[in-house]
């Protein structure tokens, strides 16, 4: 990026403000970038953590494997998803708040014993899903928060920061260097009047 400028006081002023302005961000920037990889890894965590447990469980009921097909899959579903939304390190999150099933009704004497365990497992399996994916999508979102925090925090250390310091650096030169060479015309100026005056 290229840092437009003029060689007068006024663009030395403005970018000084620029400067200063970028300088006071940078350490809040970073703070908000590990604070971004910190909940990062959390979430990722978390996620891994729900895939595990999944899996733990339906290896627990594995041997009820061939009684699922005796399962009518209309006796629940997911009904509604409760979430909420928070802010973590300014990024807006949705947080899961409550998983609503819906029970069908079945009659508890035709049907095997199993069956009310059955939907207890369908139920802990969904819930588990469910949250596994909230912190899937959650670590995606916090993710993709933290790379364009990392680009700007880089922009500004790597490219913005040492290119205004460069332009005020060429511009106070270029402002001693005209008020030097204007001292020195003034010199030569009454010189040549000090010796007119003499002759």
């Known amino acids: ?13 403005e970018l000084g403000k620029q400067l200063k302005i970028r300088t006071r961000a940078l ?7 590990s604070a971004l ?3 990062v890894r959390k979430a990722r965590d978390m996620s891994e953590q729900y895939s595990a447990q999944i899996e733990e469980l339906l290896s627990r009921y594995d041997y009820m494997a061939q009684l699922w097909g005796e399962f009518d899959p209309e006796l629940i579903k997911v009904k509604d998803i409760e979430l909420n939304v928070t802010k973590i390190a300014g990024v ?4 899961l708040q409550n998983i609503i099933f819906e029970e069908k009704a079945y009659d508890l004497f035709s049907s095997p014993a199993w069956i009310y365990d059955g939907i207890n ?18 670590t995606e979102v916090l ?14 250390e790597k490219v ?3 290119g205004y ?11 001693e260097d005209e008020e030097n060479l204007s001292k020195s015309s003034q010199k030569i100026v009454k010189n040549k009047q000090a010796e007119e005056e003499t002759v």
Do not use: C, H, W
């Open 160 to 162: 913005q920061i040492p």
């Open 27 to 33: 350490p809040t920037i970073k703070s908000k970038e």
């Open 165 to 175: 310091e460069d332009a005020i650096r060429k511009i106070k030169r270029y402002l």
């Open 121 to 138: 497992l369908l139920k802990q399996i969904a819930r588990l899903g469910i949250e596994g994916e909230f912190f899937r999508k959650k």
């Open 143 to 156: 993710e993709y928060a933290r790379k364009k925090t990392t680009q700007k925090v880089n922009l500004y």
């Open 37 to 39: 990889r910190l909940e």
């Open 1 to 13: 990026m290229a840092i437009k400028y003029q060689f007068n006081k006024t663009s030395l002023n």
């Open 92 to 95: 807006r999150i949705p947080i």
